[in-house]
């Protein structure tokens, strides 16, 4: 079985991470919750150069991503009286993570949608998991400010920025979006698909100071604390540029072999010029082409559960070694 249905990196983690991770492994204290001076300045570095903003981020490490997406909504304190939207085709977690606060969660692409309560904050994903759609500077100035009229906080979960294949992505926190004003916003990353780091439980989220303040006085009595030798490696992830632009072209060669041969085979491919995945139909059913598929030894996972709009796609995930992806692509060739 050749499994494409789980974006989880397969290719080492970079040498200059494991040697920091080593190097801090006599770590015998506490770590910080908010982070070591050394990721902080990292990720505050990283903010400025990467994303383009200019201003002043709070910043606070997360034992990956997943986490935290599934806490936030509890974590800011929503609840029954509080909507929470979310893209149409998202993630499975953001729901999740509403119905864990008791929020109410409205699956809408539209910033004029809105629940039976106030609209509290706003998920937006951009590169999407699933579908690799990237949302222009233009949308994410609307959405930030319909959300400040409200006083809405915007939750954007940006993990794939860094692998942009069409299009250049482009974070909330950049100063085309933000006009150099964070106030409200906040920023969602991960060095598990950009750094091979998945195994570490990685991630950050970065924004409003006084909005991640909050965050931190809650997690340090919740004990959510990244331990003291992944915060070294993660600090020498984001210094690193060179380790990201292999990784990136290890993914570029498999993204077109295998979006050549699924074409090849009688797919459209919509969507997808950003992040880890194809996003992929035959103009059927899902259920239909992933056995389609799994009669060909390869495993996908199915659209619909990323919300009923993906009932007729597949998403198709670059993270299988080179092997793996030449096998696949043998078997789908005519």
Same mark, same amino acid.
């Given at each position: 079985?050749?499994?494409?249905? #789980?974006?989880?990196?397969?290719?080492?983690?970079?040498?200059?991470?494991?040697?920091?991770?080593?190097?801090?492994?006599?770590?015998?204290? !506490?770590?910080?919750?908010?982070?070591?001076?050394?990721?902080?300045?990292?990720?505050?570095?990283?903010?400025?150069?990467?994303?383009?903003?200019?201003? +002043?981020?709070?910043?606070?490490?997360?034992?990956?991503? *997943?986490?935290?997406?599934? $806490?936030?909504?509890?974590?800011l304190g929503l609840g029954p009286s509080d909507t929470v939207l979310?893209?149409?085709? =998202? !993630?499975?977690?953001?729901?999740?993570?509403?119905?864990?606060?008791?929020?109410?969660? #409205?699956?809408?692409?539209?910033?004029?949608?809105?629940?039976?309560?106030?609209?509290?904050?706003?998920?937006?994903?951009?590169?999407?998991?699933?579908?690799?759609?990237?949302?222009?500077?233009?949308? @994410? %100035?609307?959405?930030?400010?319909?959300?400040? +009229?409200?006083?809405? #906080?915007?939750?954007?979960? &940006?993990?794939?920025?860094?692998?942009?294949?069409?299009? &250049?992505?482009?974070?909330?926190?950049?100063?085309? #979006?933000?006009d150099g004003n964070v106030t409200g916003l906040l920023a969602v990353?991960?060095?598990? *698909? %950009?750094?091979? @780091?998945?195994?570490?439980?990685?991630?950050?989220?970065?924004?409003?100071?006084?909005?991640?303040?909050?965050?931190?006085?809650?997690? *340090?009595?919740?004990?959510?604390?990244?331990?003291?030798?992944?915060? =070294?490696?993660?600090?020498?992830? @984001?210094?690193?540029?060179?380790?990201?632009? +292999?990784? %990136?072209?290890?993914?570029?060669?498999?993204?077109?072999?295998?979006?050549?041969? @699924?074409?090849?085979?009688?797919?459209?491919?919509?969507?997808?010029?950003?992040?880890?995945?194809?996003?992929?139909?035959?103009?059927?059913?899902? $259920?239909?082409?992933?056995?389609?598929?799994?009669?060909?030894?390869?495993?996908?996972?199915?659209?619909?559960?990323?919300?009923? =709009?993906?009932?007729?796609?597949?998403?198709?995930?670059?993270?299988?070694?080179?092997?793996?992806?030449?096998?696949?692509?043998?078997?789908?060739?005519?």
């Amino acid at each position: 079985m050749v499994d494409l249905s #789980v974006g989880t990196p397969v290719d080492p983690t970079p040498a200059v991470v494991r040697a920091a991770l080593v190097g801090a492994a006599d770590a015998p204290g !506490y770590p910080l919750t908010a982070g070591n001076s050394a990721l902080r300045g990292a990720v505050q570095g990283w903010a400025a150069d990467r994303l383009g903003c200019s201003a +002043e981020v709070g910043v606070l490490p997360t034992i990956g991503s *997943k986490e935290l997406v599934a $806490w936030l909504p509890t974590l800011l304190g929503l609840g029954p009286s509080d909507t929470v939207l979310f893209p149409e085709l =998202a !993630y499975p977690t953001y729901d999740v993570g509403i119905r864990l606060a008791g929020a109410v969660g #409205v699956r809408s692409d539209a910033t004029v949608a809105a629940g039976p309560g106030r609209v509290a904050a706003i998920w937006v994903n951009s590169p999407s998991n699933p579908t690799g759609r990237v949302l222009g500077v233009a949308h @994410l %100035r609307k959405v930030v400010a319909w959300a400040r +009229e409200r006083g809405a #906080v915007v939750i954007s979960d &940006e993990c794939y920025l860094e692998l942009g294949w069409e299009v &250049e992505p482009v974070s909330v926190l950049s100063d085309e #979006v933000s006009d150099g004003n964070v106030t409200g916003l906040l920023a969602v990353h991960s060095l598990s *698909k %950009r750094s091979n @780091l998945a195994g570490y439980r990685a991630g950050f989220v970065a924004g409003d100071p006084a909005i991640v303040g909050e965050l931190l006085a809650v997690r *340090k009595h919740a004990g959510m604390i990244v331990p003291e030798p992944v915060q =070294a490696a993660m600090a020498a992830a @984001l210094g690193d540029v060179t380790h990201v632009t +292999e990784q %990136r072209d290890r993914y570029a060669l498999r993204r077109v072999a295998l979006r050549e041969a @699924l074409v090849a085979a009688g797919f459209r491919i919509d969507h997808s010029e950003a992040g880890l995945y194809l996003w992929a139909t035959r103009d059927e059913p899902c $259920w239909d082409t992933v056995g389609w598929l799994a009669d060909r030894g390869i495993l996908v996972a199915p659209g619909a559960f990323y919300g009923p =709009a993906g009932a007729h796609h597949v998403r198709v995930a670059l993270t299988a070694t080179d092997e793996r992806v030449a096998a696949a692509v043998k078997r789908l060739t005519p």
